[in-house]
C-alpha cells in the first residue's frame, strides 16, 4: 500500500534530524522525505494526518519475554505483538527462557515463523547459550545463528562454572557473536528484594549489591582474555554502572542496558509489600536509581529497554516474597523514555535514541539485512515509523492493556501519577499495524 504521512514532527537521533517533514511509503519502504507540500507526484491509497505528531523510527526493544511456547497462561504470543504495536514497539529481542528453552534451531524458526504471521512485530530471538539454561554443555550456536537467534544468553540464570562461560565466550568471540548476560552471583541473588534498610524493615530476603559486582568483574575479567562481546543485560547499581563504564573506557566490546523499572523506581516504592513491585533484578535504593539515570545519559548505558514481563493474576496474588516476579512493559516504554528524558533534561532527539538507533547498534550485524535502515528514517529503509502525541496526558488503567499480563508498577492505581506521551499510530514495514484513535478534541491520527 503506498501511505502518505503528512505534516508531522520527524525526529530521526541516528541523524539528529528533528524538522516538519512529509514522508511518502509504497513496497514497505520509505521513498521520499520532504518539507510539507514538496512530496511531488506521489498518488497515496491512504494519507495519516500528522499534524501534531512526532513521526519518530518504530522503537527497538532488547528485553522483552512473550512467554509463548510454554508460558500461554500468562502471554500468548498475539497478546504480546499487539501490546508492542500498541506501545510503538516495531522490533523486540526475546530471551531464551520458553519451554522449551530455545536451544534448537527448530523452535528459533518456529518462532520467528509465527511473529512473521502476525505482522505486528518484528522478533528477534536470543538462544540459549547453554542446554536447557543449564550452564553445563553449549548450545550449536552456528546453527542457532543461522535460524535466526541474533545473540546468546541464559535469561536471568547465571552459569555457576567460569570454566563453561569462558569457553562460550572464546567460540563466540571465534564467530562475532554476542553473549547477553545479566550479572548475578548464584549464591548471593536469592533474594527477593534489595539488600537495604527497606527489605530489613520488612522482613524481605535481601540480595546485596555484591550479587551484581562480583559476577560483573567476573564478566569483565573473560571479556578482558577472550575480545568477545558481551551485552551486560539489566544493571540495577551505581556500583555496576561504575564497572561498565570502567570497563568502556579501557576499550572492551561491552554494551550495557537498564529497565525501565530500576530508571524509576527504588526499593521505597515497594511501600507495605505491593507485589507489583516484585522484580528481577530487584529495585534498588534511590542513590543507584539517580546513577543509573545520569549513565542512561551520558552513554555509559546503552539501551532502555522495557524488561516486560507479563504474569498471570494468580502469580501475583500472593505474598510479595511468594508472587512471581515481573510486570508489563512494552506499551510504556515511549512515555517512561520521555519521562527521563524530560528529568534530565536533554533533547527529544536524544532522549529517543536510547529507544532506537542506539539499541541497534547493540544488535549490529546480527540484524542482517534490516540492519542498515532499522532504527532510523531514511530514504529507501524500512518503514517501520512510530506516530505519537507528545503532549497527551493518559493514565495506565491495566484493563486497557493489550498485553495479557496486566500488573505494572506504573499503574493509576499503583502510583496515581499519569504519563505524558501516547502512541497514535505504528507501522512495520509499511503496514498499519496498530492505531489509536484521537482523544476528543485532539489532532486526528489517520484521514
Not at 514538496?38 to 494526518?49: H, K, P
Request: aromatic share 4%.
Amino acid at each position: 500500500m503506498k501511505i502518505l504521512v503528512r505534516g508531522g514532527r520527524l525526529v530521526d537521533p541516528a541523524g539528529g534530524r528533528d524538522e516538519r517533514c512529509d514522508i511518502a511509503i509504497a513496497s514497505g519502504r520509505i521513498v521520499h522525505i520532504a518539507h510539507g507540500g514538496q512530496i511531488g507526484a506521489f498518488d497515496a491509497e491512504r494519507t495519516i494526518d500528522a499534524h501534531g505528531l512526532v513521526v519518530m523510527p518504530g522503537l527497538v526493544d532488547l528485553a522483552a519475554r512473550l512467554r509463548e511456547p510454554g508460558q500461554e497462561h500468562e502471554g500468548m504470543l498475539e497478546s504480546e505483538l499487539d501490546a508492542a504495536a500498541a506501545g510503538g514497539v516495531t522490533s523486540l529481542v526475546c530471551p531464551p527462557d520458553t519451554d522449551p528453552v530455545l536451544d534448537e534451531p527448530g523452535l528459533v524458526e518456529m518462532l520467528k515463523f509465527r511473529a512473521r504471521k502476525l505482522s505486528r512485530c518484528r522478533v528477534f530471538p536470543l538462544g540459549a547459550l547453554t542446554r536447557r539454561l543449564e550452564g553445563g554443555v553449549l548450545t550449536e550456536m552456528v546453527e542457532l545463528t543461522k535460524a535466526g537467534c541474533v545473540g546468546f544468553g541464559q535469561a536471568d540464570r547465571p552459569v555457576r562454572d567460569t570454566m563453561v562461560l569462558l569457553r562460550a565466550l572464546q567460540y563466540a568471540s571465534t564467530f562475532g557473536y554476542t553473549v547477553w548476560l545479566r550479572p548475578l552471583d548464584a549464591w548471593l541473588g536469592n533474594g527477593v528484594a534489595a539488600q537495604g534498610a527497606v527489605a530489613t524493615r520488612l522482613g524481605l530476603a535481601g540480595v546485596p549489591v555484591a550479587a551484581e559486582t562480583i559476577a560483573l568483574h567476573g564478566i569483565v575479567e573473560l571479556v578482558r582474555a577472550t575480545r568477545a562481546r558481551v551485552h551486560v543485560a539489566r544493571l540495577s547499581s551505581a556500583a555496576g554502572v561504575a564497572l561498565v563504564r570502567a570497563a568502556k573506557a579501557e576499550g572492551l566490546p561491552i554494551t550495557a542496558d537498564v529497565s525501565i523499572n530500576s530508571l524509576h523506581l527504588s526499593d521505597a516504592d515497594i511501600g507495605y509489600f505491593d507485589a507489583d513491585l516484585r522484580l528481577v533484578p530487584p529495585l534498588r535504593q534511590p542513590a543507584d536509581r539517580d546513577a543509573l539515570r545520569a549513565a542512561l545519559a551520558d552513554g555509559s548505558i546503552d539501551a532502555l529497554v522495557s524488561d516486560h514481563d507479563p504474569v498471570a493474576e494468580d502469580a501475583k496474588s500472593l505474598p510479595f516474597g511468594e508472587a512471581e516476579p515481573g510486570a508489563t512493559g512494552l506499551e510504556l516504554l515511549l512515555a517512561l523514555a520521555l519521562r527521563w528524558g524530560r528529568d534530565q533534561g536533554l533533547p527529544l532527539v536524544r532522549s529517543l535514541a536510547r529507544v532506537t538507533c542506539d539499541p541497534v547498534r547493540v544488535l549490529g550485524d546480527a540484524l542482517g539485512p534490516l540492519g542498515g535502515s532499522a532504527g532510523r528514517i531514511v530514504e529507501g529503509g524500512v518503514a517501520d515509523l512510530c506516530l505519537f502525541d507528545p503532549d497527551e496526558v493518559w493514565t495506565v488503567t491495566p484493563a486497557e492493556l493489550r498485553s495479557q499480563g496486566k500488573h505494572t508498577p506504573f499503574s493509576y492505581a499503583t502510583s496515581g501519577v499519569p504519563l505524558t506521551g501516547r502512541v497514535r499510530a505504528t507501522l512495520v514495514a509499511g503496514t498499519v499495524a496498530f492505531e489509536r484513535a484521537a482523544p476528543q478534541g485532539a489532532t486526528p491520527a489517520a484521514a
